[in-house]
């Protein structure tokens, strides 16, 4: 990945739309990749954004959501990450939405990724509402993208993709602080909950494109 990266860099500070001076004063320039996704669009985009990070990863994935309810493809590119070596970690809201549906759905999820060596942090102290993935401290995305199936497919949603090294740190030096105030997601402690329990995530997940 980081040989991609670099050449995504030297293109864009070599190409003739730059200042004869750009190559010389980096910092002052930062390449920044816009896309949108909805219900009118032919591809997934941000979806698709999101599963090539993760694959790409050499190092580590960090990624952020108040919601986690991935289609079948996002899932599968968190575990095989995760199962490859690469560190990944998922941190989603521990507070209740207004609509428990997705919460209940996205705890069958969050059991099968740390399954595959994922760790998922639920964050306690407020609601939290970022929507970030940061990967290898080299490229991230910023924007309002849920991590779940009507971002990547309904709702029209629209994200930024930075590659900087230093808006990438910066961001993982925030994902390192909110983890104070995470709780991880232990699945011996979810199976105690009981048949009853899992039954009704079960059944919310069968709703998840729509919730």
């Known amino acids: 990945m980081v040989d991609w990266y670099n050449a995504v860099r030297e293109n864009l500070f070599h190409a003739k739309y730059f ?17 949108t996704s909805g219900p009118d669009s032919q591809w997934a985009a941000i979806r698709q954004l999101y599963s090539f990070m993760i694959v790409s990863a050499q190092r580590h994935v960090y990624l952020q959501s108040p919601f986690f309810i991935p289609d079948a493809t996002l899932a599968e590119s968190l575990r095989k990450a995760a199962m490859s070596g690469v560190e990944v970690k998922v941190m989603v809201s521990a507070r209740p939405s207004g609509n428990r549906l997705p919460d209940w759905a996205g705890n069958t999820y969050m059991d ?4 595959a060596r994922v760790r998922v942090y639920l ?3 407020g609601y939290l509402h970022a929507k970030t993935i940061s990967i290898d401290s080299e490229i991230c995305s910023i924007g309002s993208a849920n991590i779940d199936i009507r971002s990547f497919s309904i709702n029209y949603e629209l994200n930024a993709v ?3 090294e230093k808006i ?26 009981g048949s009853v329990s899992r039954f009704r995530d079960s059944v919310a997940r069968v709703l998840s494109p729509l919730l």
């Open 19 to 35: 200042p004869a001076n750009a190559a010389d004063d980096r910092e002052a320039y930062l390449p920044v990749q816009i896309l």
């Open 112 to 115: 099968e990724i740390v399954a």
């Open 123 to 125: 964050y306690q102290k």
């Open 162 to 164: 930075f590659y900087s």
């Open 168 to 193: 990438a740190e910066e961001l993982e030096r925030d994902f390192d602080r909110d983890l104070e105030f995470c709780s991880e997601f232990d699945r011996a402690t979810y199976w105690k909950r």
